[in-house]
């Protein structure tokens, strides 16, 4: 463990959140005023018309509009030029709080200058890319084998999509199994065997659109915090090919949205030890967020393999890689002159100079600055501040936060179950205000995922953080129950 290492966050009440979450499913369903409605789309149209000009063109290039998910907000998407710390500004020069932060990745916020500097200083000599070694991807991979307990010997890959296809390939090569289990509703990327079971548990195939059915033909989800599930599927898998991994978030899927028990974590780490498959953290969102050690250091729980992003390189190109023991990553080596049996992975870009100058440099800054500790802290300051403001306005909501990363559920549209007979009428019911809170927020200086899943960013001191509050405080304030 390297110093500054320890992680930083509180793991919240499981069973409260989710009886409070129950509580807002059986609430009235609630909405913006149509007078508040009408006062943030007047906004808009008056202060965003180069981008609403630009979202039109981009429409015409460009399928959808957007090259990114988290980019598609309301009533357009929002054209930025200039990213500061944990500030944006658009093309028409409006500014924004971003709880964004590049979907994680900042954790000393966007564009960092010790960062910047070290980036600049490279490319004066070197190119961002060269596809053969630098003496930086050595020290990137020494600090994170140094901060991570499962990590032993490192691979870096371009993304985190790329990084569970690895961890996928390396687990089977390794076990000579072929199933892999993963907690329902989790993503861990958009390839072929993973894009499965997305968004709400028990999807399945839903979201697997141009993907052969025979491709998840070993590709199974549990239920989140459901052990008696899991160990039936291993058990099933036991007799027809084995498990090669589960692989999960340690917070429950999607960053906590689906929170789980803290000792879910252990006792999946006993079945699969049981069971003789890998344990695989997908810790792309986690670490280095949750402390440079990842959230396997604060649980005490190691895994075979550990799945990285996001964070790898601070927000520059090239954020992926695998972690873990000597042994299991011998299955990842680079296949020249193997005596056995290795998984292919390749990229002509991963572990460019620009990715890991950029990589370790930021890591090294967030150990010097105690960053993920000071992002834990601006995220704890929000979430009370956010039910300070659920309870001043009677609202049914619910939040909470694990450290850094604070979740805002309005309507429970992630918690609705497929089952349920009246499914896609809750769904077309539940997904309004998300997403007009969302174009509100922006209104009032502020971008907020529709997802409501916020990620705090050291660059945010209290004084931030209590603008922040009163810019929420005028949007609640116009939320009334739905006719």
């Known amino acids: 463990m390297i110093e500054g290492s320890e992680t930083v966050f509180e793991w919240p009440d499981v069973e409260v959140i989710r009886s409070q979450l129950g509580d807002l499913l059986d609430a009235p369903v609630y909405e913006l005023s149509p007078a508040a409605v009408e006062k943030y789309t007047s906004w808009f149209d008056t202060h965003c018309r180069r981008s609403r000009e630009l979202a039109e063109q981009a429409r015409s290039v460009i399928p959808g509009g957007v090259q990114h998910s988290l980019a598609a907000s309301v009533p357009y998407p929002l054209q930025f030029e200039r990213a500061d710390g944990c500030e944006l500004r658009d093309v028409d020069g409006n500014t924004y709080i971003d709880f964004v932060q590049a979907g994680g990745a900042s954790v000393l916020g966007a564009n960092h200058p010790v960062v910047r500097d070290r980036v600049v200083e490279l490319l004066a000599d070197c190119a961002p890319a060269i596809s053969l070694a630098h003496p930086h991807e050595i020290q990137l991979a020494r600090f994170i084998c140094d901060a991570v307990p499962g990590v032993e010997r490192f691979r870096m890959v371009g993304s985190g999509t790329e990084a569970a296809m690895a961890a996928v390939r390396a687990a089977r090569v390794f076990t000579g199994a072929t199933h892999i289990i993963k907690v329902g ?275 945010m001191d209290e004084r931030t953080i209590e603008d922040v509050l009163g810019r929420f405080n005028r949007v609640f304030s116009d939320i009334v129950p739905s006719l």
């Open 185 to 459: 509703s989790a993503y861990h990327g958009w390839s072929d065997q993973l894009t499965y079971g997305l968004r709400l548990p028990g999807s399945g195939r839903q979201g697997a659109a141009g993907i052969p059915e025979a491709v998840h033909a070993h590709t199974h989800e549990t239920p989140p915090d459901d052990l008696a599930a899991l160990r039936a599927l291993l058990t099933a898998n036991a007799g027809n090919g084995g498990t090669a991994a589960v692989i999960l978030e340690p917070l429950g899927p999607q960053s906590g949205t689906h929170a789980v028990d803290r000792d879910f974590n252990q006792h999946v780490r006993d079945l699969c030890t049981e069971f003789g498959a890998l344990l695989v953290f997908d810790e792309v969102v986690t670490a280095f967020r949750l402390g440079l050690g990842g959230v396997q250091e604060r649980l005490g729980v190691r895994p075979d393999l550990t799945v990285f992003g996001k964070c790898v390189s601070g927000g520059y190109p090239g954020a992926g890689g695998v972690g873990g023991s000597q042994e299991v990553m011998a299955a990842l080596g680079p296949g020249v002159g193997a005596d056995k049996a290795q998984a292919f992975v390749a990229g002509t870009l991963s572990a460019g100079p620009l990715s890991a100058v950029a990589g370790y440099h930021t890591l090294r800054e967030m150990e010097r600055t105690g960053a993920p500790a000071a992002a834990a802290r601006a995220g704890d300051r929000l979430r009370s501040g956010l039910a300070g403001l659920i309870k001043k306005h009677g609202l049914p909501f619910v939040t909470y936060n694990f450290g850094s990363i604070v979740h805002l559920h309005t309507t429970g549209v992630f918690h609705l179950k497929l089952t349920d007979p009246d499914f896609s009428a809750q769904l077309a019911r539940r997904r309004v205000l998300p997403t007009r809170l969302a174009a509100a927020l922006a209104a009032e200086g502020l971008v907020v995922p529709v997802t409501g899943r916020m990620f705090t960013s050291a660059a």
